[in-house]
């Protein structure tokens, strides 16, 4: 059973950084490409970046370009999303989401809320 | 990378069927067949329903069926159900980039 578990969220001051993390489980972590994808409360989701497998390609949203990182360690089965800078609009339960291939995203994790106020 | 439009409500008694549109642009849904429609219950994760435009995963059910025309994509559900009750997102490739719907809220009357 594919699993994906995020950590690393909570509150933290605008300006501020915080680096998330997803633990995946269940299939063969380092053949497939990666997303994250947030959700702030009560409005809908929206991308925030993609990695492949190989991490030779990434993307990211021109909302976060600059400020948010993220990265893979196949060798863990890991997810990381780094955020530096954050701002108020950056709250939102972050999920990471694994791709099938053709950007669809068949599995997600359950989400971890990063808040950022002062 | 501007979202793409979605109506905010759709709904349906039981059995009926009932469609949602997604309107995009040349960039995105016009270019690519990568769309993709997500069903999200309240405090739950987004479930994949469609990709490519029109295939269901494993274990998703017939009544959900996608097609695309242009720059507009639409998810029909039929036989609608109780369960189907819920928040509908799609989503496209737009070239390094992946946009998603406002969302629709699905009420079954």
């Known amino acids: 059973e594919v699993q994906l578990v995020e950590s690393g969220g909570g509150l933290v001051q605008p300006g501020g950084s915080l680096r998330l993390s997803c633990a995946a489980s269940g299939f063969t972590f380092s053949s497939y490409s990666m997303n994250w994808v947030r959700q702030a409360p009560g409005k809908g989701l929206g991308w925030v970046s993609f990695?492949?497998?190989?991490?030779?390609?990434?993307y990211y949203a021109d909302s976060v370009k600059g400020r948010f990182t993220i990265s893979r360690d196949n060798a863990k089965n890991s997810l990381y999303l780094q955020m530096n800078n954050l701002r108020a609009e950056d709250t939102a339960v972050y999920y990471c989401?694994?791709?099938?291939?053709?950007?669809?995203?068949?599995?997600w994790g359950q989400g971890t809320l990063v808040t950022v106020s002062s | 990378q501007s979202a793409l439009t979605q109506p905010p409500s759709a709904s349906g008694s039981p059995g009926q069927s009932v469609t949602i549109s997604c309107t995009g642009t040349s960039s995105d849904i016009g270019d690519y067949n990568y769309v993709s429609w997500y069903q999200q219950h309240p405090g739950k994760a987004p479930k994949l329903m469609i990709y490519e435009v029109n295939k269901r995963p494993s274990g998703v059910p017939n009544r959900f069926s996608g097609s695309k025309s242009g720059n507009t994509a639409s998810l029909t559900v039929s036989g609608l159900q109780a369960e189907d009750e819920a928040d509908y997102y799609c989503s496209s490739y737009a070239g390094s980039a992946l946009v998603f719907g406002g969302g629709t809220k699905m009420t079954v009357l």
């Open positions: 989401a694994k791709s099938r291939g053709s950007w669809g995203f068949d599995s």
């Open positions: 990695i492949s497998s190989s991490s030779n390609t990434i």
